[in-house]
């Protein structure tokens, strides 16, 4: 394993009771009373969300940022940037999934300085203040309820680039899985390519050694996909719900990437892609990480082997090339079993897109620690997906 650090303040208050602690959790952040609540295109007001937690709000002066977009843009963030400037904003409250959260951690560390928002996401600007925030999470995907980093997309560049800062893990979440009963299908199975994908990227290390974190995404990874089978059928299963939200907490908060990092490539292919097509993260990933899989499994077949043994548990006595297509197997299956997409092609994205994409996909040169890819490998990847 590689030296590290592990550090995550974010308080996690999990549980059916979890939303009604909010006015003691905002009251440990800050004795002032000016409270901003950013959400996204109306879900919390169709499923009632809004007015239960305007109800807990009472004896607090509430501000409102309403419209973060799925694939959070710059324009947006601004403008609750300027919500917090104008009104010396105490504390902000997403309440929302990965968009919101992620608008909201750059209007935090945005509204401390003087430069566009964006030049914290280039790394122009480093922020050294962020205005505190909590969350209320309504879909179980990203991790962002309890990490820090945000992924932010400027449609004047075309350009979705992730950025992070200490200063903007989450004070605190408050997780109730009763929330995520109103998901549509599709949203649901998004999520559970997400979060799941997240425990690829970092099974897929750059260690030497990394067996408790194995051990420890093996075994989140078969729970994640049980329960994504069970809410198929039946959305209202509590359990089901329960696991995929702590499933999809755990994915990416820094528990599975003790000592390594893990690969990212398939992230960053998927950004470019979601940065021209405006396609939901989940899709852009169930559709790109068989194809990476197929794609460097050829060149670094041992991993994949141990990968089919540690989560679909196949037969370690097999040739390594059965074990190798098991395991990718494993996840196209399981990829259809839920419904998600399997082709670039069903989002129409034509093929005379893929060098673009792959252009931006390298804006800081070859990338993933697993695996190395060059731009030739990318496009490859792209066409294997299409
Ligand atoms: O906007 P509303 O009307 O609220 O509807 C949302 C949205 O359309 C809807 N929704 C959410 N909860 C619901 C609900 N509808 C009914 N009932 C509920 N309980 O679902 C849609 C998708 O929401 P979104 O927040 O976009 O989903 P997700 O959590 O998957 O976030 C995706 C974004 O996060 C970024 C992605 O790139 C993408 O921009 N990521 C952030 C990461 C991080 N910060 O750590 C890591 C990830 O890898 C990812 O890149
Ligand atoms: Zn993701």
Redesign the pocket.
């Known amino acids: 394993m590689n030296s590290f650090t592990f550090y995550n303040p974010t308080q996690l208050v999990f549980g059916k009771d979890s939303i009604e602690k909010l006015p003691a959790m905002i009251n440990q952040f800050t004795s002032g009373t000016k409270v901003l609540i950013t ?6 007001k169709r ?1 009632g969300l809004y007015d239960r937690v305007i109800g807990l709000l009472e004896g607090f002066e509430v501000f409102e940022l309403e419209g ?1 977009e ?3 843009r710059l324009s947006t963030v601004k403008k609750g940037v300027q919500l917090v400037k104008d009104n010396n904003i105490d504390f902000i409250l997403a309440i ?7 608008g909201t951690k750059l209007i935090s560390a945005a509204s401390t300085i003087d430069e566009d928002p964006w030049k914290i996401v280039t790394r122009e600007v480093t922020p050294t203040a962020a205005v505190p925030f909590g969350t209320i999470l ?2 179980a ?4 309820e309890m ?1 820090s ?3 932010i ?1 400027n449609w004047e560049t075309n350009e ?1 680039l ?1 950025w992070g800062s200490p200063l903007v893990f989450p004070k605190f979440s408050l997780l109730n899985p009763e ?2 009963y ?3 299908k599709n ?1 649901t199975v ?2 559970i390519v ?1 979060s799941m994908s ?1 425990l690829l990227e970092q099974y897929f290390n750059e260690a030497d050694n990394s067996a408790v974190g194995d051990a420890m995404i093996a075994g989140v990874m078969k729970a994640i996909m049980k329960a994504g089978l069970a809410v198929q059928d039946e959305p209202e299963n509590y359990e089901a719900r329960e696991t995929l939200m702590i499933g999809a907490t755990v994915a ?1 908060n820094g528990f599975m990437r003790m000592g390594y990092n893990g690969d990212w490539a398939t ?1 960053n292919i998927e ?1 470019a892609v ?1 940065a021209v097509h405006d396609i ?3 899709a852009g990933l169930a559709v790109l990480f068989p194809a990476w899989m197929t794609y460097v499994s050829g060149k670094s077949p041992e991993r994949f082997a141990q990968f089919a043994e540690d989560v679909f548990d196949v037969d370690a006595s097999l040739p390594q090339e059965e074990k190798v297509k098991a395991g990718i197997a494993g996840i196209t299956d399981y990829w259809k079993a839920i419904g998600a997409p399997s082709s670039l092609s069903e989002f129409d994205i034509p093929e005379s897109d893929f060098e673009v994409f792959a252009d931006k996909t390298l804006f800081n040169g070859p990338f993933g620690n697993f695996y190395k890819l060059n731009k030739e490998d990318v496009i490859e990847i792209y066409k294997l997906a299409h």
């Open positions: 959400y996204g295109g109306g879900s919390i499923t973060i799925p694939n959070p929302g999934g990965g968009s919101v959260i992620d309504t879909i995907a990203t991790g962002s990490n980093g945000s992924v997309t979705k992730g929330v995520t109103t998901l549509p949203q998004n999520g997400d997240h990416l992230h950004h979601s939901a993260h989940g």
